[in-house]
Nanobody, 114 residues
Framework: VQLQASGGGLVQAGGSLRLSCVAS????????MGWYRQAPGKQREWIAT???????NYADSVKGRFTISRDNIKKTVILQMNSLKTEDTSVYYC?????????WGQGTQVTVSS
């Protein structure tokens, strides 16, 4: 079982990016899916989570700007990031509880320039 993240890149402040993370392998159940981020020299920060039923939760720092969603058929979680700020610059990691175990994807770099 693995998670593959994609969609990072360089964008100007005020711009948008869309991150995707797809789960693959021998999967029976996927519960919560979500995203964290970690900037250099800082602790990993929780960003958003979407439950299996579609309920969502967001960190205050991204509420109103980021939208998390999932496609259960495609086993994918999406993070739509709008109105990006320079402080959003970080490595973004997806996670998912798959077959009752927590899995992490590799990070994808998001850089927001001023």
């Amino acid at each position: 079982v693995q998670l593959q993240a994609s969609g990072g890149g360089l964008v100007q402040a005020g711009g948008s990016l869309r991150l995707s993370c797809v789960a693959s392998g021998r999967i029976f159940t996927i519960d919560d899916m979500g995203w964290y981020r970690q900037a250099p020299g800082k602790q990993r920060e929780w960003i958003a989570t979407v439950g299996s039923g579609g309920n969502t939760n967001y960190a205050d720092s991204v509420k109103g700007r980021f939208t998390i969603s999932r496609d259960n058929i495609k086993k994918t979680v999406i993070l739509q990031m709008n109105s990006l700020k320079t402080e959003d610059t970080s490595v973004y990691y997806c996670h998912a509880r798959i077959n009752r175990g927590l899995r992490w994807g590799q990070g994808t770099q998001v850089t927001v320039s001023s």
